[in-house]
């Protein structure tokens, strides 16, 4: 699976990456719409899972997957910034 998203400046990409190192969807209002769709898609996913996880095996999966999402995020940045 690919995941790609379009960003037309650096900042907006920052602005993304920040939303999801906090892992918090009360700093939407300052994202464009196309990217508040894709971090709100992915918020309501992964936290969705990691009920399904945590309540089956009861394993705590979310702050693993934050970890991650925000480190891809991160080198997304890097390589938009080189």
């Known amino acids: 699976m690919k995941f790609m998203i379009f960003f037309t400046s650096v900042d907006e ?7 999801f190192e ?3 969807n009360k700093q939407l209002h300052k ?3 196309y990217i508040k769709i894709c971090f709100l898609a992915l918020f309501n996913v992964i ?9 089956e095996q009861v394993y705590e999966f ?6 991650s999402w925000a480190n891809f995020t991160k080198a997304m ?3 938009a910034k080189w």
């Open 62 to 67: 979310l702050p693993y997957m934050k970890k």
């Open 13 to 19: 990409l920052e602005l993304f990456n920040d939303a």
């Open 31 to 33: 994202l464009p719409y």
């Open 47 to 55: 936290n969705e899972m990691a009920n399904v996880i945590l309540n």
């Open 77 to 79: 940045l890097v390589k």
């Open 22 to 24: 906090r892992w918090d």
